[in-house]
T-cell receptor
């Protein structure tokens, strides 16, 4: 079984400050890891993903995340927050091998950017 | 343009009245799935399908049915909706396990 824990259901940062959204996962097999963003009244958009290879992955809108196997973490960061980053962010894990289940999502983190 | 299209986008219905939410993708994807999104719970998988005529239960399948008769379509059926099925529903598709998953825009369903 796989699971995802997002620490902090709400995070507030000032515009220009570092954004750090935390995600820890559990998986019995090598995982694929994803971050999705959901803007108000919209569907989910892929920010970035880790499948294999380089553990630091860069995504859209200046976001990046680092896969740390020893810590079972995949935290999302952005050096400087922008007002347009205000949204809900979801971390997700997926089995890398075999068939069966698709994504398991975390419960989400609502990011507020303060002027 | 690559798309996952859901209909209806908004629906208010009454308890017990059967309804179907359609989902169609134009990317020839094998994998399709349905999720529901509830505050504080994130997205939870209802059903998924790995190919035509191959479906399986997700985390919260009770009260739902699906079918996959064609590759492009994956309808979600609520035979007898109840108020606890009031939620935001997303359909999704992908080519394979490591590929990007594309989401529809969501269907707001209210059961009164």
């Amino acid at each position: 079984a796989q699971s995802v824990t997002q620490l902090g259901s709400h995070v507030s940062v000032s515009e220009g400050a570092l954004v750090l959204l935390r995600c820890n996962y559990s998986s019995s097999v090598p995982p694929y890891l994803f971050w999705y963003v959901q803007y108000p009244n919209q569907g989910l958009q892929l920010l970035l993903k880790y499948t294999t290879g380089a553990t630091l992955v860069k995504g859209i809108n200046g976001f990046e995340a680092e896969f740390k196997k020893s810590e079972t973490s995949f935290h999302l960061t952005k050096p400087s927050a922008h007002m347009s980053d205000a949204a809900e962010y979801f971390c997700a894990v997926r089995r890398a091998t075999g068939s069966a289940r698709q994504l398991t999502f975390g419960s989400g983190t609502q990011l507020t950017v303060l002027p | 343009e690559a798309q996952v299209t859901q209909n209806p986008r908004y629906l208010i219905t009454v308890t017990g009245k059967k309804l179907t939410v359609t989902c169609s993708q134009n990317m020839n994807h094998e994998y399709m799935s349905w999720y529901r999104q509830d505050p504080g719970l994130g997205l939870r998988q209802i059903y998924y399908s790995m190919n035509v005529e191959v479906t399986d239960k997700g985390d919260v399948p009770e009260g739902y049915k699906v079918s996959r008769k064609e590759k492009r379509n994956f309808p979600l059926i609520l035979e007898s909706p109840s108020p606890n099925q009031t939620s935001l529903y997303f359909c999704a598709s992908s080519l394979g396990s490591g590929n990007t998953i594309y989401f529809g825009e969501g269907s707001w369903l209210t059961v009164v």
